[in-house]
């Protein structure tokens, strides 16, 4: 080391010495291969006038990179994020639910986890029919049936929205009519919307689409306005909106307590599917208010002429009048 300090001099070190005060600083040439810690005697060759990347570091050395955290001291931070996450989702996007019960054979089977859209009914948007709904218990629908006692796990997970609430009362079933529908059974049916048929290939094998029972098998109701009537796929083992006609809304679901569409089978894994509308509830006529919005658009042009040659009509008869009084 003290040759290659020396090799950077003139190579007339007693020159220099005896040439500069003891203590001198050097020329400025050097101040690049320094670090400002020159020794007394004018040396140089000591290990104090190397910078401090030579020296291996040290107090006026570049900062060293900072440690990451443990995975262990990030765990919880992460846990907490999903949890806010996922609680986020359950509120606003989508929530798993259960089926408990045979009522929406075979669309649905007891054991079933469903996904159920609840962002849509944010902005405004309304069931409509043949969509497979989660609802909140309209009036006192579920009375008698047993409640689930949930263990602390089954408590945690019904809190983010992977299992249901056992202290919701919800129900789920089928779309049928929307406000202004009018929905009648006859017979063993079929079940008529609107003066429509319905063709329903979802009803369960062996049921008939309407009751003969006088419980409420038979019917002929009109949906007033934010209300739906909902029926199970399995018809004759289903207590749905034919038999709480007794109930304040006359068997209908308010909108109001609509959690959302069921939109996919999520669990198990061989019973993956979506829960599409059938194509039945799409034919034309069905749609009551439609049809009359229809019927207004086929008057409306017409109108529209009528009113568009009015002040032509006018305008000629005004110009005929003052070419004759010429």
Known sequence: MGDAAVGARSGHEGEEHRGRPVGAAYPAADDSVTSGNHSPAGGGDGPGDLPPTARGGGDGGAPQAKKPRSFWKE????????LVLALLIKTFLVQAFSIPSDSMQNTLQQGDRVLVDKLTPW????????EV???HDPDNWLAGEPT?????????????????????KDLIKRVVGVGGDTVECKGTGPLKVNGKALNEPYVYPGNTPCSQDDQGGQFKVKVPEGHIWVMGDHRQNSRDSRYNRADKNDGMV???EVVGRAVVIAWPVNRWDNLPVPATYDQPGLNAAGA???AALAVAPQGLALVGAVPLVL????REAGVQGR
């Open 75 to 82: 765990l919880p931070i992460l846990i907490g994020i999903a």
């Open 123 to 130: 902005f405004g948007s309304e069931p409509e029919r043949g």
């Open 133 to 135: 709904v989660v609802f």
């Open 148 to 168: 689930p006692q949930p263990n602390a796990l089954q408590q945690m997970l019904s809190w983010i929205g992977l299992m249901p609430s056992a202290e919701e």
């Open 254 to 256: 308010p909108v109001k």
């Open 292 to 294: 009359a919005a229809d």
């Open 315 to 318: 305008w000629r008869r005004r």
